[in-house]
């Protein structure tokens, strides 16, 4: 085999992921080093900025931006367990920076080097887990800012696909939001409910005994209702399983 | 516009909790999705169509002035009379006295969501003017003393139940029973000696055409030909931006504005008119006028929400929005609700009266997804939001906390010694892997819980580990 370089891809720890569950970060690690890359965390990071754009405060989102840009300029790949944080980097980064001369251009760099990782797995590494076993039944959730600003659909059902004995089941309305928002869920908590009553009535329907998604915000969500319910689904990110995590505690269970 | 009493989160709370709305909205919202789905499976020259449909908007909107003079010159040239409105206030004063002019004693009016948002209703009514709306949807909100809550399905707030009871106590015979059949031709009885004794007819235009000064009504129910013909006079009130160069380019965009709002391949009735009744016509009112309204829109067209004058209001947008299938239309407050209703409520009414707007929604992208034109409506909701905070609209107690959280954010050592502390403080808050109460976020764990953090952040476990492993960044 042609010793083929590994690339270096920097990982993005969301800041939810860091704080709520670094389990998600670690899981990356193993599944990026599994698949050939070596992985750097950067220093440097801290938040997308997502929180000051949703809120309409611009130059905050714009230093952020500035900031998040500088950590990663080494590597050849941005990664993130995320397709909101991901989202806001390939589509948002570059329009807050247009009109700057200094950055466009390297806003513009980012972008095209940063994914979701379920796509970089499969999209940029051709890389499916071997060897991973879980007899349980699972139903996913497609994240809105993964599927409609990066189209991320097929890729984490290929991967989990590959995972023996785990059975996936339906969704009714799998693409239709969860309700979170971001601060959405906590300006208008009522609305909200409203909208996730009905997502978790769907999940308890699929009968699956795993929820999967890709982005902590919305599992968080979903599995605080479905807990709030007394629902026993357990919730993983898509990356925890095909890591082989899911034999250790869901979200909200104690180890 | 008639300002609402109380504030949004009131609306849509009241909204909330009204189980025969839920019922109402998911009826009718359930049903336009479905037959959406199935219209669009069936046409896979989909996206080419909505293609095309932006370029033929975008190119209208572009020359605006080129073909507003190239209509109202085929307009007058065809017979009819045609006005200028700059806003609200100017359309209903024009409207109003071309009624008082005529002696109209009763104006026959079919949907319009445009009369919804210059007033017209209530300009009439003050006039003294007796104002029967045809539309059955429309007939079933004028009985109820309401307003639309969708711009397609004005009444689908209203479960057929409570249509019967409007419609028992509004009918002289009530109808003899409470099947849908039944009820239509109740309405029907009741409309039929209206449609003959009105002076006027006022309609809306789905399409203006330039290169013809035709104006086309499209609908399912024939009550705009029965509004528009045996009346003496038609006055229609359009939106300047409901100009297509030709009629080929009206159907473009027909086919997609039917098949995004019903799911079907045509209307049932297609019409235009092409200036009043001419020498040797049988029928056809005696005078025509058009009044074209402003209202905001030629602002639009200078500023970044000049993609949305793409609007051809389908209502797919709300059809397919999560906040919209929750509240219903009335909860938005204004003339047009859901994701289109968001952006154009505070070019209507002001930012600061429907700042909440921006706000309520999930940033979800659906809307975007099914729109026909290809409106890019969460990108426009995110543009009000930056005004809203130029403009300091916001509430101090979000420009702190943002401003707080953004000071931290810029410097990743502060930041990260402020996570650690958090998610231990976070902690402390915790019973078994749940926090059931957030001091700071009551919002979130009243109907919901919070997973309870682990004791040390992803950034100090990962430095542990490195260090552990003798080296590294
Ligand atoms: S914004 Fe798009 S989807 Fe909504 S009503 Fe207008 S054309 Fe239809």
Redesign the pocket.
Known sequence: MSAKPSPRVGLFVTCLVDAIRPGIGFAAIQLLEEAGCRVEVPQGQTCCGQPALNSGDETDAAHLARQTIAAFEGCDHVVLPSGSCAGTMVHAYPELLAGDPQWAARARAFAAKTHEITSFLVDVMGYRPQGRRLDASATYHDSCAGLRELGIAAQPRALLAQVEGLRMRPLEGNDVCCGFGGTFCVKYPQISDAITTEKAEAVERSGADILLAGDLGCLMNMAGKLHRRGARTRCFHTIEVLAGHADGPGIGEEG | MTAPQTGFKERAAAALSDGALKIAIDRTTGTAERKRATALAAFPEFDAARERGKAIKDHVIAHLDHYLEMFERNATAAGAQVHWATDDAEARAIVTRICLDADAKLVTRSKSMLGEEIGLPHALADAGIERVETDLAEHIIQLAGERPSH?VWPAMHRTREQVADLFRTGHNPPPAAEDPGTMVQSARRELRAKFLAADIGISGANFLVADTGATCTVTNEGNAELTTTPPRIHIVTAGIEKLVPSTAHAFALLR??VR??TGGEMTQYTTFHHGPKRAGDADGPEEMHIVLVDNGRSRMLGDEFRE?L?????????N?CVVYRQIGGHAYGGT?P???GA?LTPVLDGLAQSRDLAHACTMNGR??E??????P?PTLLRAWRRRSWRERLEPGSVRAGIGLWAMLARRPALYRMASRIGVRALRLLGRRGWISTLPLARGWTAYRDMPRPPGRTFMEQYRADQARRGGGK
């Open positions: 711009i997609l504005l995004s709002a949305m793409r609007c051809i209001r389908c209502g797919a947008c709300m397919h047009y859901g994701p289109m952006v809307c975007a099914v729109c026909p034109v290809g409106i409506l």
